[in-house]
């Protein structure tokens, strides 16, 4: 069973930083595309950003240019840097794993989401 912890949430002013990390469980990381997705309230759950196994990104945009996926497979890490946060980032942030299985199909994990509140 895979577990997806994150981290690194909490409050901070507009114009700030902070950086979120998501902690996988077993040796999966190698094989699987990662991603952040964010949920507002009363909104649906967006795609932020992902990084695949061989370290392809992409970014929705309106992040680019502000937050930068990254990961590291040997501590089993996937991380997301965020800066110049503005208001409307405010959000739950949840850390996805996508990993594909022999049937040719993909396993999708969720972490239990982080709160990101960016103060004006």
């Known amino acids: 069973q895979v577990q997806l912890v994150e981290s690194g949430g909490g409050l901070v002013q507009a114009g700030g930083s902070l950086r979120l990390s998501c902690a996988a469980s077993g040796s999966i990381l190698s094989r699987a595309t990662m991603s952040w997705y964010r949920q507002a309230p009363g909104k649906q759950r967006d795609l932020v950003a992902t990084?695949?196994?061989?370290?392809?990104?992409n970014y929705a945009d309106s992040v680019k240019g502000r937050f930068t996926i990254s990961r590291d497979n040997a501590k089993n890490m996937v991380y997301l840097q965020m800066t110049s946060l503005e208001p409307e980032d405010t959000a739950v942030y949840y850390c996805?794993?996508?990993?594909?299985?022999?049937?040719?199909?993909?396993?999708?994990?969720w972490g239990q989401g982080t709160q990101v509140t960016v103060s004006p």
């Open positions: 990084i695949t196994s061989s370290g392809n990104t």
């Open positions: 996805n794993a996508k990993i594909p299985t022999p049937r040719g199909t993909n396993d999708m994990y």
